[in-house]
C-alpha cells in the first residue's frame, strides 16, 4: 500500500562537489509533524523536523545512500534499502492513515 501520509524525496546533487560524491544520493522522508513517532524509532539523529511555513511542521528522516563503489554499482542493494525503509516507516503510519479515511 502507498502512503498518502509518506512522502519520500531524492537528492542527487549535493555532495557533487567531493570526489566521491557522485557515488551517493540522498533519500529524505517526510510526514506530518502532528504524528507520534514510537519510542523504539527515536533516536538522536534519526528524525528532526522541518517547517514549511504557516506553522506547518514535518518530520523529516535522511538517509545518505552508496550506491556506487569505485566502478561497482551498487543500485540494487540502494533500492531495496529504500524499499525497507519506506516499509519501516510506511508500517508506523498505516493505522493513522485508515483513521483519517
Same mark, same amino acid.
Request: glycine share 6%.
Given at each position: %500500500?502507498?502512503?498518502?501520509?509518506?512522502?519520500? +524525496?531524492?537528492?542527487?546533487?549535493?555532495?557533487?562537489?567531493?570526489?566521491?560524491?557522485? !557515488?551517493?544520493? %540522498?533519500?529524505?522522508?517526510? +510526514?506530518?509533524?502532528?504524528?507520534?513517532?514510537?519510542? $523504539?524509532?527515536?533516536?538522536?539523529?534519526?528524525?528532526? $523536523? %522541518?517547517?514549511?511555513? !504557516?506553522?506547518?511542521?514535518?518530520?523529516?528522516?535522511?538517509?545518505?545512500?552508496?550506491?556506487?563503489?569505485?566502478?561497482?554499482?551498487? &543500485?540494487?542493494?540502494?533500492?531495496?534499502?529504500?524499499?525497507?525503509?519506506?516499509?519501516?516507516?510506511?508500517?508506523? &503510519?498505516?493505522? &493513522?492513515?485508515?483513521?483519517?479515511?
Amino acid at each position: %500500500m502507498q502512503s498518502h501520509l509518506l512522502h519520500l +524525496f531524492f537528492d542527487i546533487d549535493t555532495g557533487g562537489d567531493y570526489p566521491d560524491g557522485d !557515488e551517493w544520493f %540522498m533519500a529524505e522522508y517526510l +510526514f506530518p509533524y502532528n504524528i507520534k513517532i514510537p519510542d $523504539t524509532m527515536k533516536g538522536t539523529d534519526y528524525f528532526s $523536523t %522541518m517547517s514549511v511555513g !504557516e506553522g506547518k511542521n514535518f518530520w523529516r528522516h535522511r538517509e545518505m545512500i552508496r550506491y556506487k563503489y569505485g566502478k561497482s554499482k551498487k &543500485l540494487e542493494e540502494a533500492l531495496k534499502f529504500l524499499e525497507k525503509k519506506y516499509q519501516e516507516l510506511q508500517s508506523m &503510519l498505516e493505522p &493513522l492513515e485508515k483513521e483519517i479515511k
